[in-house]
Nanobody
Framework: QVQLVESGGGLVQPGGSLRLSCAAS????????MSWYRQAPGKERELVAG????????NYKDSVKGRFTISRDNAKNTVSLQMNSLKPEDTAVYYC?????????WGQGTQVTVSS
């Protein structure tokens, strides 16, 4: 059974940091492209960052470049998103996604709220 379980969300003040983690199980994690998406109220879900399976090449949404870092540990089947210098506009539910040859898998999401 495929599972993606996000953790690490919460309430943080502007300028603060959070680290999101996604624990994967039930599929061959190391060969899947992993990414983080987010969805703010009333808005469409958008790609925040992605990382390839073998080389670990990364890509980021322009508005988070230089502030967010995606990483993966294929030995532990985890993908993380380090978020620094958080802004109120980063407030959203953050989702972990796995994309592979047999389809896409999503986690249940974790809420990130940036507010003073």
């Amino acid at each position: 059974q495929v599972q993606l379980v996000e953790s690490g969300g919460g309430l943080v003040q502007p300028g603060g940091s959070l680290r999101l983690s996604c624990a994967a199980s039930g599929f061959s994690f190391s060969v899947y492209y992993m990414s983080w998406y987010r969805q703010a109220p009333g808005k469409e879900r958008e790609l925040v960052a992605g990382i390839t399976s073998r080389t670990g090449s990364t890509n980021y949404k322009d508005s988070v470049k230089g502030r967010f870092t995606i990483s993966r540990d294929n030995a532990k089947n985890t993908v993380s998103l380090q978020m620094n210098s958080l802004k109120p506009e980063d407030t959203a539910v953050y989702y972990c996604k796995a994309a592979g040859f047999d389809g896409d898998y999503w986690g249940q999401g974790t809420q990130v709220t940036v507010s003073s």
